[in-house]
């Protein structure tokens, strides 16, 4: 059984400095490891992980899971676009498939990517080098233990769960849909009541799952 999670209350830049010691920790080990950054929407896992891929050089590659949404066209031919944020809407099992031979990997490999600006994926829009001893794998659904995501955790060596308060979150989201234009002020805050905040709660029960739990201490 698993031991809980060791909980801190940091802020940004202690957090990230955190991210950095364990990163290092990884490094300092033969072979290539991953360190997962999970967490609900929101609440600035991809702003961290790409800060410390940025501190770690060439050792590290950014792994983000949004590179496995499912295509527009395959959510609209499923009729199930407007559900798109939730667990079903994403290629977990191959991510999870991704992540492991990534992993195992001793050459050079690229991955997808998502573009906010289309909302849509981006093939090979990631360089993953053979250098890169380290790969920082971000997203919400990390640490879940249903199907296919149970087979993700097993792949990290370190999980770090990002925490940030519900109603900063809902802050949060509302500025970033809004941020490209590409929709309603009304179908975003729809979005968000409807699919956001539901991830939010659904990822917050799998943070026991992490290693460290970090509680940012932030107002914005």
């Known amino acids: 059984m698993q031991d809980a999670p060791q909980v801190l209350s940091l802020t940004s830049a202690d957090a990230l400095a955190r991210l950095e010691s364990e990163a290092r920790a990884l490094l300092a080990r033969p072979g290539r490891h991953v ?5 609900g929407p929101g609440v600035g896992k991809s702003t961290l992980a790409t800060a410390l891929v940025a501190r770690l050089g060439a050792d590290a590659a950014y792994l983000p899971m949004d590179g496995f ?4 066209a395959k959510l609209d031919a499923l009729g199930t676009a407007a559900d798109k944020g939730m667990q079903h809407t994403f290629e977990g099992a191959a991510f999870a498939e991704f992540l492991g031979r990534t992993k195992a990997a001793t050459g050079a490999i690229r991955a997808p990517g998502y573009s ?20 920082v794998a971000e997203g919400n659904y990390l640490l879940l233990s249903s199907s296919p995501w149970w087979a993700v955790r097993p792949l990290l060596d370190r999980a ?8 900063l979150v ?15 002020e009304a ?8 699919v956001d905040l539901p991830n939010y709660d659904l990822v917050m029960r799998s943070k026991t799952r992490a290693d460290v739990v970090i509680r940012l201490v932030t107002d914005a």
């Not at 906010?116 to 053979?130: N, P, Q």
């Not at 770090?160 to 109603?167: A, N, W």
């Open 69 to 72: 949404h499912m295509r527009q």
């Open 116 to 135: 906010r600006k289309i909302e849509d994926v981006v093939d090979d829009a990631i360089e993953i080098t053979a250098t890169a001893r380290l790969l």
């Open 160 to 167: 770090v769960f990002i925490e940030v308060p519900r109603e």
């Open 35 to 39: 360190l997962g950054i999970a967490g």
């Open 170 to 184: 809902e802050a949060r989201l509302m500025k970033r849909h809004a941020e490209e234009g590409l929709f309603t």
């Open 187 to 194: 179908r975003n805050r729809a979005h968000i009541a409807r």
